[in-house]
């Protein structure tokens, strides 16, 4: 008995030296690559809760990936992906990044959102690896806690204030609303973060908020709230949350008769707002977004009509997002002048008046973009670009 | 006046759901003093039959509504049969259990089998349609929620006090053996409970679908708790008292976010069953002795 067990745990022992033996050998085999060319990670949600969001940035970050080798790559040298699935969980988001560090990577891409970012952020900062987020909105994305950046985490999105900043002047300047009311996702930091904004914009402007009623994630009957919100007679109603519950609350809201505008964030933005609220409910209501795939600008055309060509759907915001970070990326590496991840670091922070799809981008020193952003007006189940206002 | 008239109509749909839910769960622990927290739940698949009935085989809503409590009635039978009889004579606590086990793999089997996106249910089956009574705003969907749950509820009465299968349950409910020696199926008595208990958790699973246009593998878990409460709230036991507890709950939660704020409206729901817990454990309906079903 104590003879087989020990030939078994030998057994165990020799597959185990093994396969450390066949890994290394592979490592060394993918890190040989170095002078050939750039190898970029690119770290996404292409399953799981959010898997949308994930393979449009991809598919963005790709089409950036194709047109610079086309064009002859970055310093003479082709860029080559390194692609991996976090499957929209933090610790996988955190394990691939760290198969794609001891692969070599100059700089990673992604994850999409802010809190799988956060998991890959102590790997990236030990291993001194730049880091572009395309879509994390949080603000402790690019900060510690005591309001320190983080070295080598960049963004080329705006932040969760500024959207609610820009709703605000819209609501004011654009629509003339005097009041207003907030009814927000009170179970979510991102949409709590855009009624904090909104509101003190919107006050600082000289305007009212008449009350702040909340709603939490899952709830489908807003009509209590909404029967009485319309009592209060407010000129704009701000709902800052996550489409499952917005469409619904809106649908509901036209049906007690509230025609007034209503207005929120990025987080609107998803076919199902048609489906579900349809196209009469939506009317009269705007929200904030990174860019519009409706814009006229030839930049954003050409983009358009070339991801539309070769993934046959439209651009969202994500696919723009993936774009630019892939280009803004390359943007560094030709000001470093070499594919060194601490050179890049330092050349991305010194990025000035990138001209990328989602707008003019300059990096502060919180690493955060400072670039406009669009106003979206939905009609008749179009969404359709309102205007673009300048931070 | 008029805005309290209009919220009266906001609750008496949303109570009619949580009503229908509710005599689910009391029905089941009248009779085997099982709190069957794989309710909810059932009422979501019932949900997706609904939805798949209308838009893969494009039926109407009657013959969906139809289709799905048919299917939950045999999937309640099942889960009964495979998950909660082998422990009819171990301790309540090892029931319980099991009933959050079955939750969780209705869940997740969902999932797993059709994905974790919400899918919208198709607004042509049941255009929609508002009325103005007086300055309050009412809409067929309203009309046809609160009409058919009252008339599942008048059905459902007539099956327990007139029919000899609403006998045998009342009388399972009151002592098992004694029902046995009588010679009364009990196996088949609470088969019966069960299938009509998830056929009408059926019913309010295609109702919310065509009331909030969304149905996802999640949807139960938030209106079975409500539910839930409204079970205790009326007396857990007590049809009528589940009736009652239904519409109570969802007035109640209508007038919180109405008139106080609607960040407390869960916290109210949720008070109130802390409230009869303490002050009569029983529930509104209940006595210390009478019939149970």
Same mark, same amino acid.
């Given at each position: ?42 770290? #996404? ?20 990936? $194709? ?52 998991? #890959? ?35 080329? #999105? ?179 002048? $070499? ?53 | ?26 029905? =089941? ?120 749950? =009252? ?92 009736? =009652? ?45 009478? $019939?149970?079903?």
């Amino acid at each position: 008995m104590k003879k087989s067990l020990t030939k078994v745990t030998m057994l165990v022992l020799m597959l185990f030296v093994l396969g450390i033996v066949a890994g290394c050998g592979g490592n060394a085999g993918d890190g040989g690559g170095d002078a050939a060319d750039i190898p970029i990670g690119i770290n #996404c949600e292409l399953s799981g809760g959010v898997a949308s969001y994930g393979t449009n940035a991809y598919s963005g970050a790709e089409l950036a990936v $194709e047109q610079i080798n086309a064009a002859g790559g970055v310093l003479g040298k082709q860029l080559r992906i390194v692609k991996r699935d976090n499957k929209s969980l933090a610790e996988e988001a955190a394990s691939v990044s760290a198969s794609m560090v001891e692969e070599g990577i100059v700089a990673q891409v992604g994850p999409l959102v802010s809190s799988n970012v956060q998991a #890959c952020t102590p790997i990236l900062m030990e291993s001194q690896i730049p880091l572009i987020a395309p879509a994390a909105t949080a603000t402790n994305v690019t900060v510690n806690k005591n309001d320190k950046t983080f070295d080598y985490i960049f963004r080329v #999105c705006f932040i969760d204030p500024f959207q609610g900043t820009l709703m605000a002047r819209f609501a004011k300047d654009d629509l003339n609303a005097k009041t207003a009311v907030i009814y927000k996702d009170t179970s979510s930091d991102y949409a709590k973060g855009l009624a904090e904004y909104f509101k003190k914009t919107f006050e600082a402007d000289g305007g009212t908020i008449l009350t702040e009623e909340g709603f939490v994630k899952d709830d489908r009957d807003f009509k209590a709230t909404l029967t009485k919100i319309k009592t209060k007679n407010p000129d704009f109603i701000y709902v800052p949350g996550y489409y499952q519950e917005v469409a619904p609350l809106l649908k509901q809201a036209r049906e007690l008769g509230i025609t007034i505008p209503i207005g929120g964030g990025d987080g609107w933005d998803s076919p199902d707002m048609l489906k579900v609220a349809g196209p009469a409910a939506l009317n009269n209501s705007f929200f904030t977004n990174h860019y519009s795939s409706q814009d006229k600008d030839p930049k954003i055309v050409s983009f358009v009509d070339t991801f539309k060509a070769k993934y046959n759907k439209e651009p969202d915001a994500f696919a723009a997002l993936g774009y630019d970070s892939v280009q803004i990326l390359v943007q560094a590496i030709k000001d470093a002048g $070499e594919a060194d991840p601490v050179k890049i670091k330092d050349a991305l922070a010194n990025i000035k008046d990138f001209e990328g799809i989602t707008g003019k981008m300059t990096i502060d020193e919180q690493h955060n973009p400072v670039k406009a952003g669009v106003i979206l007006e939905y009609k008749d189940g179009n969404q359709v670009m309102n205007t673009r206002i300048q931070p | 006046m008029l805005e309290f008239l209009q919220q009266i109509i906001n609750g008496l749909s949303l109570g009619a759901i949580y009503a229908l839910i509710a005599l689910g769960y009391t029905m =089941v622990y009248g009779i085997i003093n099982l709190i069957n927290f794989a309710h909810g739940d059932i009422m979501m698949i019932g949900a997706y039959v609904g939805f798949f009935s209308v838009s893969i085989l494009g039926s109407n809503i009657w013959v969906a509504m139809l289709f799905a409590m048919i299917t939950c009635a045999v999937l309640g039978v099942v889960i009964e049969k495979i998950a909660y009889r082998p422990l009819r004579n171990s301790t309540r606590i090892a029931a319980l259990i099991t009933a959050i086990g079955v939750s969780l793999f209705l869940e997740y089997t969902t999932i797993f089998l059709l994905g974790p996106n919400q899918r919208v249910f198709p607004s042509e089956v049941f255009p929609m349609e508002t009325y103005n009574v007086m300055g309050m705003l009412v809409s067929n969907k309203e009309i046809f929620i609160f009409v058919s749950a =009252v008339i599942l509820m008048l059905i459902l009465q007539y099956i327990i006090k007139k029919t000899k299968t609403g006998k045998a349950m009342r009388a399972v409910s009151v002592d098992q053996e004694a029902a046995v020696l009588m010679g009364i199926s009990v196996d088949r008595t609470i088969s019966i409970t069960f299938a009509i208990g998830s056929a009408l958790a059926a019913a309010a699973g295609v109702m919310v679908g065509i009331y909030y246009n969304t149905i996802n593998p999640l949807m139960g878990i938030i209106p079975g708790l409500k539910a839930f409460v409204a079970a205790v709230l009326g007396g857990i036991g007590i049809v009528p008292g589940a009736m =009652v507890g239904g519409f109570l709950m969802g007035i109640l939660e209508t007038l919180v976010s109405g008139y106080g704020s609607s960040l407390y409206r869960d916290a109210v729901a949720f008070g109130v069953l802390i409230l009869i817990l303490i002050i009569k454990p029983t529930g509104l309906f209940g006595k210390n002795t009478g $019939e149970k079903v």
